[in-house]
């Protein structure tokens, strides 16, 4: 707006948010800095906690960073107040976090849910596999966020968005995508069909020496694994002739530290949802996390609404099978460094908003 300028600082400060002598300081030193350099207004989010919760989402009593909230607040930071929900216009203010930690992958697959659990196992049987996508590629990603976008209805980047970012954050920023391999996965159950038929006659032979109700419940259940197997093999032959060899099922944007992998953007196919691929890339990437000593999985974001009247609860859901934490945000501050222009700023955009529509 003319001669003024915005200032944002996403996630916060990089700065020891425990130290409030240090904030004090630091405070006092950017609105000095902001006034000299004709900030109308500044907004910041800080990545900091406000209070715990158990995995239900549950607050846990005791400590609350209200005192964090004060400072601001003594500064001329405006608190916009502790929203739940989703909301493009913000970053997530909730989040579902996994410590990585001292653990080691038998650790987190305990702790799963047992559908999270047999969810990662049936991905490895069927033999998704996994690349990570260098620029050229990053349509694959772009292709599976658009499908998913037009599915939820929300707004999606283009293709440039992704190559600028992978510039930008060099090897910070890695995409990665799952697909089928329709001949692997054909020879996979070829191979699964012919050790049940080998088990079946060995059942056989142990009912002709011992009819018993434990033989023919084992027969029962290799009559019906053989009966899926089928199932598998000729859907593998169905796929490959209608898709050919390789089959995109879904694909995510990571954003990497020392300190965390943060799940950023991802898409599927809801085509082969039965895939379960999203379950492959994240037990992928948190075996990354493990092998390269990162302290922590970000999920990123859920809504803070932990009730299943909630659209978004199935994401909160998925991402709890993993025996994730429940991380609430202190929330979002906006410091008005000129009042009176402000005033005005904000009229003027409400009258354009009025026009528009």
């Given amino acids: 707006m003319g001669k003024y300028a915005l200032f944002e600082a996403l996630r916060g400060f990089l700065i020891d948010y425990d130290d409030l002598d240090l904030m004090n300081a630091f405070l006092n030193e950017l609105k000095i800095y902001l006034h000299a350099h004709n900030c109308l207004y500044m907004k910041i989010d800080p990545y900091c906690e406000y209070q715990p919760h158990d995995k239900d989402g549950n607050a846990i009593e005791g400590y609350r960073r209200d005192d964090l909230i004060d400072l601001f607040e ?17 970053e997530p203010r909730w989040m579902s976090i996994l410590p990585l930690e001292g653990k080691d992958e038998e650790d ?23 690349d990570r996508l260098n620029k050229s590629e990053l349509y694959r990603l772009q292709d599976m966020v658009s499908t998913t976008g037009q599915r939820r209805h929300f707004l999606n980047p283009d293709l440039s ?10 090897e910070n920023m890695q995409a990665y995508c799952v697909y089928l391999d329709t001949k692997d996965y054909y020879e996979r159950y070829k191979k699964n ?74 898409g599927s196919n809801d085509t082969f949802k039965h895939f379960k691929a999203a379950y492959a890339l994240q037990w992928y990437m948190i075996k990354y996390g493990i092998e390269h000593h990162i302290k ?13 009247e909630d659209e978004e609860y199935g994401v909160y859901l998925f991402k709890k099978g993993f025996d994730a ?22 009229d003027l955009r409400r009258i354009k908003h009025l026009v528009r529509k």
């Fill in 325 to 346: 934490d429940v991380i609430e945000l202190i929330g979002n501050f906006e410091y008005i460094d000129r009042k009176r222009t402000y005033t005005v700023y904000e």
């Fill in 296 to 308: 922590r999985y970000n999920f990123y974001g859920i809504s803070g609404i932990f009730s299943p």
């Fill in 108 to 130: 987190i697959l305990k702790k799963c849910d047992s559908k999270t659990r047999q969810n990662i196992v049936n991905t490895q049987k069927t033999g998704l596999k996994i």
């Fill in 193 to 266: 069909y012919e050790e049940l038929i080998k088990e079946k006659e060995h059942i056989y032979k142990l009912i002709e020496e011992t009819d018993s109700k434990k033989n023919r419940s084992k027969l029962k259940n290799c009559e019906n694994k053989i009966t899926a197997a089928l199932k598998r093999i000729d859907e593998a032959k169905k796929l490959r002739e209608e898709y050919g060899d390789k089959i995109d099922l879904a694909a995510a944007m990571y954003v990497i530290t020392d300190r965390e992998i943060v799940y950023l953007f991802s």
């Fill in 74 to 90: 003594k500064h001329g930071f405006i608190h916009q107040g502790f929203r739940n929900g989703s909301d493009n216009n913000y």
């Fill in 161 to 170: 968005y992704y190559t600028d970012f992978m510039t930008s954050f060099h």
